[in-house]
């Protein structure tokens, strides 16, 4: 099978922000904001972002309605989750991932988010990124944050894995 790789960005490009499982606030994102922005990128993301439902951000088809809509746009290059929790897999089958296939971004995450990992690998065979949420940035080290916005800009490493001896 052959897997696609999302188009590599460049400084000016937008990354979308999604919070598809548990809610989240502005000020709990201001540093990773500074962060996007600092690298060189502009961010974006839907006005309902910082939405209530108990623990969710937002109910399922506002949460839904964020991410197709981040998958949607044309200018959106890259799509951060702000956090996990739990929610991703009560919206996963409300997504449409047709034009995604034709305008492939990346999709980073961990956590909950690999509900997103696992349906795009196995259904549309394009990469994902395993990898900081937004919440997470303040407390990454340099290294790991310039690692992120590397492999974003096509500075993908190559690995070797060498065989099991027992193989």
Request: glycine share 8%; hydrophobic share 40%; proline share 5%.
């Amino acid at each position: 099978m052959n897997v696609k790789r999302p188009p590599s960005l460049v400084k000016g490009d937008k990354i979308g922000i999604a919070a598809p499982a548990r809610k989240v606030s502005e000020r709990e994102l201001e540093a990773a904001f500074e962060i996007i922005t600092q690298q060189g990128f502009e961010f974006y993301h839907e006005p309902v972002l910082f939405s209530a439902d108990r623990q969710f951000a937002g109910d399922d088809e506002t949460r839904a309605a964020c991410f197709q809509h981040l998958l949607d746009r044309e200018d959106v290059k890259a799509i951060i989750s702000a956090r996990g929790g739990y929610g991703s897999v009560r919206i996963i089958d409300k997504l449409d991932f047709s034009g995604f296939e034709y305008n492939p971004k990346w999709i980073i995450g961990y956590s909950d988010i690999t509900v997103f990992h696992s349906h795009v690998n196995k259904n549309h065979s394009v990469q994902t990124l395993h990898g900081s949420m937004l919440l997470n940035f303040p407390q990454n080290s340099q290294p790991a944050l310039s690692g992120l916005f590397d492999i974003l800009q096509g500075g993908l490493p190559e690995y070797t894995l060498a065989n099991h001896p027992l193989n």
